[in-house]
Structures are given as C-alpha cells and as structure tokens.
C-alpha cells in the first residue's frame, strides 16, 4: 500500500474510533431510550405550567356570576375570552372589565362575510345607536332576561280581580285621566313583569306598592292575561301637550325595544303607542331622575329634556295602538 | 523543490498531519476495545422503560393514550379567540406572522374562478385589528357579491409519519407514543429544515430562541387532563379535541358521526386533524 494512502486510511479510521468512543459520552442518558430524540424533553414540555384557566379555577370566589353565565347562551365563551388570563389572579391584582364592549362583542357578533347563519350578527353602526352593548345586555346573560317571563293567566279570574283597579285604570282599562297608565291591550309579560316588581318592591309607587303586595302570582298571571286581552280602541283622545314631529325624531332611540309606533317585538317590553302623554312624560321624568330603575331606561332617558320628554310622549300618544301582531 | 523545502506553512502543515496520523493510529488500536465495549451501552438504551412507570409524568401515562384533534369549519366565526389563547398560553410572539395556529378565510366573488384566501398575515386585517398585536379579521366583504364564505382553522396535523421529524438532523422533533409530534428545543439547532419539509407550513422559526416551533396540542395542558387552549376558548365548538382509544370521546364522536377529511392526504403524512365542512381549495 503506497504511503500517502495508509496515512489517509488510519486517518480515517483514527476518526471513526474517535467517534465511536466519544459518542456514548456526548450523547445524553435519555436520548435513545425511545427513539432518536431525547426522552427527558418530553417530561419537561408536559411539565410546562398551564397559563390559560378555566372556568372551574373563577367559580368559588365568583359563584353567583358563574351560576349565571354557566345557565346563559354565553356559557361557551369561557371567563378568559372578556376578562384576560386568570393566572396569578388574585394574588397580584385584579383582572379587567373591558371597557368597550362594542369592539369586544363584535368580534363575534359583527355581520361578517363567511361566518355561520347560525351566529347571531349585528350591523355594529345600525345596532343601538353606537350605544355600549353593555347598556341592554348582560354579558353574562345576554338574552334580554324579561322576555322569558310567561304568562299563563286567566283572564276570567282577572276580570273578577281588575274591579279593584278600576277606579283608576278605567272599567275596561283604559284610564279616564291623563296621569295614570292604560292598560287594556298592554302586553301580558310586561304587565306581570312590572307588578312583579311593585309586589317585589324593586319599584315604588305609593298607590300600586300596597295593592300589589296584596296580590299572589296567580292574581297577578290572570290580571296581565285580562288586560292583556282587551282591546285598546278609545285609549288615544288628548291634545298632544309636545311637537309629535320633534318627538318622532327622537324616538329613533327607542325603536330597537319600543318599535316605531311604540309597538315592539319583545312582549317583556311595553307597548307606548296611544298610551297617555302625561303618564310618559312622568314614567320617564322618574327613570331619568332615577325614581324609576331600569338600566336601559336610565341611559337613555339621561339625555333627555323636558321639551325633549314632552315631544316624545305626544309622538306615542298619538300612534295607533291596534297596529299589533296579535289583535 | 527548493522552493517547497523552503516553504515553512507547507513544512509545518505536514508536521501536523503525521503527528495526527500516528496519535490517530495509536488512538485507533487502543479505541478499538473500548469502541466495541462502548456499542453495547448505546443500544441498551434503546430499552423500553421498567414496566409500571409512568411515561412522561407520574400522572400521565402515554402508552394509554392517541390523541386527535377535529375542525369543524361549518362552526367557525373567525373571531381569532384561539389564536389569541395560544399566543398567551404559549409564548408565541405577539406578531401577525408567527402562528402556531391561524385560521385562514375562503371567499368566492361572483364571477371570479379563483377563491380569495386571507389569514391574519393580510394587512388588511392587521389594520383592522389595531396591532399585530391583536387580531380580528377586516369585515373587507361586506359590499362584494359573495357566492361563498366560510372560515378555516389551520394547526399543525400531528402526522403519523411526519415529513418535519423525517428530515431533523438532530433529533430534535419527535413524534411522541400518544400521537404528538413535539420539539426539543434544548437538541433544535436552528437549521429549519422542518419548517421547509412541512407541507402544511405549520411551523415557523422563532428567532428570538433561534429554534423552530410549532402547535404541541397544549401538551403541558393535555397531560394534565385539560383541553388545549385553542380549543378551552372556541366559543362554537369549531375544535374538536380527544382521544382516539377513547370510543367516547368527542374525537371519537367528531369522527364517527361526521363525513371527515384531511389536508393533503397525497403526500403520505397521515394527518390527525380531521376537518369537515372544507372545499377542494383548502390545503
């Protein structure tokens, strides 16, 4: 074998020996024990800390609130989604209340090309009036609650009931003064929802508090199922005491609930059309000045004048009231 | 040849190799003994662990498991919830180019042949989203005529036989015995070979720790018994996650009760993440 090529030979082969003697102690103990890659890196990425928690990690400090989303069509959307990672919380603070819940909520609920029908989408510009989500929806239940009351009444018994209401809301409830509120023809959820409140004390009225208390629910299922039932014919009838041009303007706020002529599509909301003007006017002089709670009233009766109320009580008052769905 | 005599690199160059040709020599002969006690040793730790212990960690076995993940792109809203979740639960960084898992929009105008595609990366949709910090797709369809719209969430496939872990030089990625291709990052020398080898582009290279990375399937969170992030936040069940071996499990379900596909099955990756409600575009 010529000398150059025996070195290039050893060479090599002092190489391989080289390699073969140092590969056992340059490679890691666990490397080879299930294949080619090392066996401790899979105990230590599943050892990692998990960041993100669920919603089990927030229900024993925030009970009543998970009870509530956990009920509610929301209950997909875990706590994290709105309020950030709940890691290290509560230790080192408190987690956000996010302030724009336009630009959150849109995230899914903007009409969007591609998403599902089965998604429920909004036109963000044409919804509420650029109003915060937050003012008609509870995050946590973001169906409007009130429209699940039902009402299963009798109205035969209601009858015998409204003859103590009727020397203010008129034999056939439609009141004979402009002060309080027709009621014949008015929607049955509303109206049970509303002296379940009087009953309840969560509104206040120095007449209707003591009568309702001294009702039970099933007086109150059968008065809504009576009134409900009656026809409305008559109810309109004053002069208008505002400009039913100016009010129709401004009651473009109230179309999402109320509907255009003050009659809307949710029964757990009142009907306004033909209802007497100085009854509205004075309903929402006492949501704006807080006499009257309701989170949506509140909001959208602040900004309102006494002209402002005047006009838009005089617009409803003058809307036919038989222009319903359900005659 | 004077000239060579007088060279003093080359003469010093030579000094050097058959120094090294002798120690390699004497090496070899002395190594030879050793090298062959040494082999045994290697392969012997290519055993199977003591029967009875629990593999990765105590509480988890993986023998025991086979995990699958299901897209349903008929539920998908686009509100980016999960990639959001991932980047928080997994250190991705807080760009629009970097993904562990992304979700991509499929749109046919009227009257055009070719479908539009855009994700996240779309400038269009950074602007919408404020930030690449943040992530929101641009409502940009709104006045088009529109055939045909849905959304896609793409993550990696966890393939049976991965093409990414096939051209690794080092080790590095592996695909684990419940189903889960995995990245050590402590063995990743940077070379992004996988990255190129993935045909679904489900890797990408963070240059901050100079290593490839990818989707794990929350492998920290499902050896703990919880869901991956992506799949915790989806608020329509667009993600499907589960075992395989467990008959009842809602991949298990998601498989058996629907018509499901995989993205390219043709290049023999053997993907297991099931989509339905896809078309031909999607790949």
């Given amino acids: 074998m010529p000398k150059h090529i025996f070195r290039l030979v050893s060479l090599i082969l002092g190489f391989l020996a080289v390699a073969i003697v140092a590969k056992p102690f340059l490679t890691v103990d666990s490397f080879y024990r299930f294949g080619h890659y090392r066996a401790n890196s899979v105990t230590e990425i599943a050892s990692q800390e998990p960041v993100l928690q669920t919603a089990n990690y927030c229900k024993d400090c925030h009970t009543e609130r998970h009870a509530q989303w956990s009920a509610s069509s929301h209950k997909s959307v875990t706590c994290e989604i709105c309020h950030g990672v709940a890691l290290n919380h509560p230790e080192k603070g408190k987690l956000p209340i996010p302030k724009d819940a336009v630009k959150l909520c849109a995230l899914c609920h903007e009409a969007m090309t591609g998403r599902p029908r089965t998604q429920p989408q909004i036109q963000v510009a044409q919804h509420a009036g650029g109003q915060q989500c937050t003012v008609c929806h509870n ?41 309080w509120p027709n009621l014949a023809g008015q ?11 009087y009953k309840s004390g969560d509104q206040k009225d120095v007449a209707m508090t003591p009568l309702a208390q001294d009702l039970n629910d099933a007086d109150i299922q059968n008065l809504a199922s009576y009134y409900a039932g009656l026809s409305c014919k008559g109810a309109a009838g004053e002069k208008a005491a505002g400009d039913i041009a100016a009010g129709k303007v401004l009651s473009k706020n109230c179309v999402a609930c109320h509907g255009e002529t003050g009659i809307g599509s949710n029964p757990a909301w009142p009907k306004l059309a033909a209802q007497k003007q100085g009854y509205l006017a004075n309903a929402l002089k006492a949501f704006k000045a807080g006499l009257r709670k309701d989170p949506m009233m509140a909001s959208v009766s602040r900004g309102l004048s006494d002209t402002d109320i005047a006009d838009l009580a005089a617009y409803y008052a003058a809307q036919n009231c038989q222009t319903t769905k359900n005659p | 040849m004077n000239k060579e005599d007088s060279n003093p690199t080359l003469e010093a160059r030579r000094g050097f ?81 970097q993904f562990r898992t992304w979700v991509e929009r499929y749109v046919h105008l009227e009257g055009e042949d070719e479908v539009r595609i855009d994700s996240q990366q779309d400038p269009v949709n950074i602007e919408a989203s404020g930030s690449e910090k943040e992530f929101r797709f641009a409502n940009r369809y709104k006045d088009a005529k529109v055939e045909k719209a849905f959304f896609v969430p793409k993550l990696c496939n966890h393939c049976t036989h991965p093409a990414c872990v096939q051209v690794c030089p080092t080790g590095a990625t592996y695909r684990t015995e419940d189903g889960v291709v995995l990245i050590d990052h402590g063995y990743c020398i940077g070379c992004r070979y996988c990255v190129q080898a ?68 043709e290049t023999g990756n053997a993907p297991n993440v099931f989509y339905v409600g896809i078309d031909k575009e999607v790949n």
């Fill in chain 1, 139 to 179: 995050p946590h239940s973001p169906k409007i609650a009130a429209a699940l009351v039902r009402v299963s009444g009798n109205a035969a018994a209601g009858k015998q009931k409204a003859a103590d209401c009727a020397a203010c809301h008129g034999t056939a409830g439609i009141s004979p003064n402009d002060t």
């Fill in chain 1, 187 to 197: 929607n049955a959820a509303y109206l049970v929802r509303i002296l379940s409140a």
């Fill in chain 2, 17 to 97: 190799l058959a120094k090294l040709a002798g120690a390699a020599t004497c090496a070899g002969a002395a190594a030879g003994a050793a090298a062959l006690g040494a082999i045994p040793t290697v392969s012997a730790k290519t055993e199977a662990p003591p029967a009875g212990a629990s593999f990765p960690t105590k509480d988890y076995d993986w023998t025991k498991h086979q995990w699958g993940f299901g897209v349903d792109a008929t539920k998908c809203i686009g509100c980016l919830r999960c990639v959001e979740a991932c980047k928080t639960e997994n250190e991705v960084p807080r760009n629009a180019h």
């Fill in chain 2, 198 to 265: 993935c045909p679904y582009g489900a890797r990408y290279f963070n240059e901050e720790q100079g290593v490839s990375d990818k989707c794990t399937w929350c492998y920290h969170r499902i050896t703990k018994g919880l869901q991956p992030a992506c799949v915790e936040v989806c608020p329509v069940g667009a993600r499907v996650f589960g075992d395989q071996k467990d008959k009842q499990s809602p991949i298990s379900l998601f498989i058996r009760n629907n018509r499901v596909q995989v993205l390219r099955p």
